[in-house]
């Protein structure tokens, strides 16, 4: 029975999530110590900040309720294959993607976890896991992608809108039913439309 | 195997929340295969780790490297696992079981798939007087699991 359950399938845990960049690999990795990531692979990883909402059974004992962080870390590994050829346009930019405060959304699997050495910030805890996450989507949602999201929101709202308070209980509900009306009046014309049989 | 333990107090610092929800970013979930142990349900709600699931145990998740990782450019980013013969990390993982099979008993040493949120930092709760249990969580709600 052992033997079966320990052949189980081998595959790496996915996660996701969507968070704020802290920053990338360059300033936030002693470089010195993993030299063979080079220069291009560290602008090509970097930080995101998640936190976990937790409520205890007593909430004022710990790990006392409320919002506790962590950090994850994303690399696309472009010195290997099929990175090297699918972050192309990631590698020719001068400039990293991951700038802080950029939100980035991400789908990715868990290669490991980072050793703690090499990070210049590294987390309290010897038992703390940082992921390493390698992206399977993902999503840098620049500050352009996100003003032109408010401006499009601001935009649709004003006209058609009567209250501002977009969880106004009004826009779920309407005194007309619309939906009643219609099947009854479809029911109606169906019995009209069925000849009449006298029974017999 | 080497499963955390809970220690006393000496080495313990629970960790505080953070005081407002300025840029904090969103929780992660994550979907894997587990097997866990030392499963246990809490009689009393003021016993839950995680308020309303009553079942706790050790899980244990497989982490295995993906080749891109072992190649030059790559080494010296994977942390050394303290048993250098697997790629095992331990959790502790919350669950509920009202009034249903399978009993927790039944979650040892199965394979479990799941989908839950992930807290890859140590949390430290109190099971005892001056007996702390420090270790990463994973929460999984509305029975987000199957054998």
């Known amino acids: 029975m052992f033997n079966r359950t320990d052949a189980y399938p081998i595959t790496p845990p996915i996660v996701s999530f969507t968070g704020l960049i802290i920053g990338p690999g360059s300033t936030l990795l002693k470089s010195e110590a993993v030299p063979g990531l080079g220069d291009i692979q560290l602008k090509c990883c970097g930080f995101v900040q998640l936190s976990t909402f937790l409520a205890p059974g007593i909430p004022t004992r710990t790990p006392f309720k409320g919002f506790h962080p962590f950090q994850v870390f994303i690399i696309f590994p472009i010195h290997a294959n ?83 308070d977009p969880f106004d209980p009004a826009r779920f509900t309407s005194s007309s039913k619309p939906v009643t009306r219609q099947t009854t ?7 009209h439309a069925k000849p009449m049989t006298p029974s017999s | 195997m080497s499963v955390p333990t809970p220690t006393n107090e000496d080495n313990v610092h629970p960790r505080r929340p953070l005081d407002n929800q300025k840029n904090i970013g969103g929780d992660m979930s994550m979907m894997f295969f587990t097997r866990s142990r030392f499963s246990r349900k809490f009689t009393s709600p003021d016993e839950h780790h995680i308020k309303g699931l009553n079942v706790e145990a050790v899980a244990a998740i497989i982490f295995p490297p993906p080749p891109w990782i072992s190649i030059p450019e790559y080494t010296g980013l994977l942390a050394c696992s303290e048993n250098d013969n697997s790629n095992y990390a331990y959790f502790s993982l919350n669950l509920s079981m009202y009034n249903q099979a399978p009993d927790p008993s039944e979650l040892t040493d199965t394979w479990f798939f799941m989908y839950g949120r992930v807290h890859p930092y140590a949390l430290t709760w109190e099971v005892g007087p001056n007996n702390y249990y420090t270790i990463p969580a994973l929460i999984v709600r509305d029975q987000g699991y199957q054998p």
């Open chain 1, 82 to 164: 099929p990175w090297s050829a699918l972050c192309k346009k990631m590698t020719e930019r001068r400039e990293t993607q991951f700038h802080s405060n950029v939100i980035l959304s991400c789908t990715g699997k868990v290669a490991g976890f980072l050793d703690h050495r090499i990070m210049v910030d590294p987390p309290q805890l010897t038992q703390d896991y940082v992921f390493i996450v390698v992206p399977d989507t993902w999503q840098f949602h620049d500050k352009a992608d996100r003003d032109s999201i408010s401006a499009s929101a601001s935009m649709a709202t004003p006209s058609k809108q009567p209250s501002t």
């Open chain 1, 185 to 191: 009046s479809l029911a109606n014309q169906t019995l």
